[in-house]
């Protein structure tokens, strides 16, 4: 007789798994911190940015109950620094901004890649605010964490020398830019032929 029960239990179990709910029930539903996250990306899509800066400071507060650093703590705090960036308040936006970065330097680590894949945006920030000293320096950095880490001739190292390449050009430093382009453009063509 137990192995009847577990026949039946069994085929129930496969049955559940096409129906067409089933995947829908069987996916895990998103964190607080997430959902709170999405509602201020809407509210600051729509404008709304007092509703905006509560909500990423809700899903800050959630990702750090929750113990979720990296995504969490670290995209709610960035999300909030562009609240503040699109309020006209740049030192706020630095600053939340530069904790997010403190906060995943402290879980990853300084040399880390996944620490060196926000620091393009920072130094588009700092650049922004008048700081392209500041902004050139992450720029360098992030190219040097990621040659470490994937070789000179990694797309991820493609990909900063174009973001580091386009300041360049915002900046007037066409040769050096020009530099940064046809070296970005060469690693491409390597790995696509």
């Given amino acids: 007789m137990p192995q009847f029960k577990t026949l039946i239990v069994s085929s129930a179990v496969a049955l559940l798994a096409f129906l067409p709910w089933a995947g829908v029930c069987a996916q895990p539903a998103a964190s607080d911190w997430e959902t709170a996250a999405a509602h201020a990306k809407q509210t600051f899509a729509a404008g709304n940015l007092a509703e905006s800066e509560q909500d990423w400071r809700d899903a800050v507060t959630l990702a750090e109950q929750s113990g979720n650093i990296e995504p969490g703590v670290v995209t709610c705090l960035v999300g909030l620094s562009n609240v503040y960036e699109k309020r006209g308040n740049p030192a706020e936006a630095e600053r939340l901004y530069e904790l997010a970065m403190r906060n995943l330097e402290g879980l990853v680590g300084p040399t880390d890649p996944r620490f060196a894949d926000w620091m393009p945006d920072l ?71």
């Avoid at 920030?125 to 700081?131: I, N, R």
């Fill in 123 to 193: 130094a588009v920030l700092y650049d922004a605010h008048g700081k392209p000293e500041k902004a050139e320096v992450l720029f360098k950095r992030a190219l040097l964490l990621k040659q470490r880490a994937f070789g000179a001739d990694d797309v991820r190292v493609a990909v900063v020398m174009e973001q580091y390449a386009r300041f360049l050009r915002k900046n007037d430093r066409l040769t050096e830019a020009t530099e940064l382009e046809t070296k970005a453009r060469i690693i491409r063509q390597k790995l696509s032929g």
